[in-house]
């Protein structure tokens, strides 16, 4: 199974679709749309009460492992495309999934790269945020090296997936 991470901007819903179509028998599970199945009383991961976020995000996690679980039980390999901010949520994420091969893919363009891609996004599509150079600086020092890295910045989708599946080995369909 792979799990794709990056900031805001990264490419990863892009490049997390393309790579489940890519796999001979995929799902693609976005923690977005995972998180956006709550309707009402829904906290963003940064929102107030912040307690009430960490919950929320737990239950995205939990909710992304059981996907991922019953996925693999009927024989699909999972593409997971989540913003993971720091070693403690890959941990809290990475323990919700069955045992087995992860491969952690974490597209990391740069602040600057992702900033203006969000910013060239349709107004409906941009997303709200402003620590890129934190979560820059998050992701790089907590991951502590795990994972595939990939400077996606100069890359198109179907070159980011190739950087992908040479590094990983991965069997195309």
């Known amino acids: 199974m792979f799990l794709v991470t990056g900031m805001p901007g990264a490419g990863k819903s892009t490049v997390s679709r393309k790579l489940a179509a890519a796999l001979p ?8 749309d995972v998180a956006g199945m709550i309707m009402s009383g829904g906290v963003w991961p940064l929102g107030e009460p912040v307690a009430e976020a960490d919950r929320q995000v737990d239950l995205c996690y939990r909710n992304i492992g059981s996907l991922v679980r019953n996925f693999a039980g009927a024989g699909f390999q999972s593409v997971v495309d989540c913003v ?3 070693a403690a949520h890959l941990d809290r994420l990475l323990d919700e999934f069955p045992e087995g091969v992860t491969e952690l893919v974490v597209l990391a363009p740069g602040a600057a790269c992702c900033r203006d891609r969000d910013r060239g996004r349709v107004a409906s599509e941009r997303f709200a945020f402003d620590g890129y150079d934190e ?9 502590g090296g795990r994972g595939h890295w990939i400077d996606s910045a100069d890359l198109d989708v179907d070159q980011t997936l190739r950087v992908i599946l040479d590094s990983t080995r991965q069997a195309v369909r």
């Open 25 to 32: 028998r995929a799902a693609l599970v976005a923690a977005d």
């Open 84 to 86: 993971v901010p720091d």
């Open 135 to 143: 979560l820059d600086a998050s992701m790089r020092s907590g991951f």
